[in-house]
Nanobody, 128 residues
């Protein structure tokens, strides 16, 4: 079973950028989808963005487009989330997710990741 370990986060000022990293452990190759979710207090866990087995398959939440970048390093089995211009209403627990199960083409990145593995999550707080 693959494991995912997030790093980064902490306290971020409003308007600043966020950079989170995810290390994939226990998987011998890059045949997996990976991405990020976040969950604010009292709210559902929402999809931020993700990349399929191929970097050509990417998906971002509508409100993340233009200020969020998901990337992955297949050689080192790591992933990165970059967000700019964080808002005070965006404090949340961020989760890295991965899925190594072959899926039909009709299954999107988000759905695959929700059915996959999760990291422990890291807290990001935004101050003004």
């Amino acid at each position: 079973q693959m494991q995912l370990v997030e790093s980064g986060g902490g306290l971020v000022q409003a308007g600043d950028s966020l950079r989170l990293s995810c290390a994939v452990v226990g998987h011998r190759n890059s045949d997996y989808a990976m991405g990020w979710f976040r969950q604010a207090p009292g709210k559902e866990r929402e999809f931020v963005g993700g990349i399929g087995w191929s970097a050509g398959t990417q998906k971002y939440a509508d409100d993340m487009k233009g200020r969020c970048t998901i990337s992955r390093d297949n050689t080192n089995n790591t992933g990165t989330l970059q967000m700019k211009s964080l808002k005070t209403q965006e404090p949340a627990e961020y989760y890295c997710a991965g899925d190594s199960i072959p899926r039909p083409d009709t299954v999107g990145v988000e759905a695959a990741l929700r059915d996959g593995h999760w990291g422990q999550g890291i807290q990001v707080t935004v101050s003004s």
